[in-house]
Nanobody, 121 residues
Framework: QVQVVESGGGLAQAGESLRLSCVLS????????VDWYRQAPGNSRDLVAA???????NYVDSVQGRFTISRDTPKNTAYLQMNSLKPEDTAVYYC???????????????WGQGTQVTVSS
């Protein structure tokens, strides 16, 4: 059975940092690419940061230089380090994991359950 568990959200003051984690558990699955999205109330779910299979990272302009996406493949864990937080970063953050099944060679995509990040001014 596959599970994706996010953690690390919470309340922060402007200028502080939070680190989000996203752990994939499931037999014979290998973590490849990772996307982090966020959704503020009344808004669409938007891509914030991405890391590809070869480790290339991309960020939306609003978080460039403040957020860092990473992954630990042996641990099947993805991270989003968020520094210099701003009130406009307030949203529910979701990880999207692109995985490779070792048993059948197919790729599967899984979403985390979301974690709330609230930044006060």
């Amino acid at each position: 059975q596959v599970q994706v568990v996010e953690s690390g959200g919470g309340l922060a003051q402007a200028g502080e940092s939070l680190r989000l984690s996203c752990v994939l558990s499931g037999r014979l699955l290998r973590l490849n690419a990772v996307d982090w999205y966020r959704q503020a109330p009344g808004n669409s779910r938007d891509l914030v940061a991405a890391i590809t299979n070869d480790g290339t990272t991309n960020y939306v302009d609003s978080v460039q230089g403040r957020f860092t996406i990473s992954r630990d493949t042996p641990k099947n864990t993805a991270y989003l380090q968020m520094n210099s937080l701003k009130p406009e970063d307030t949203a529910v953050y979701y990880c999207k994991l692109k995985t490779l099944s070792i048993s059948d060679g197919r790729t599967y995509t899984y979403w985390g359950q979301g974690t709330q990040v609230t930044v006060s001014s």
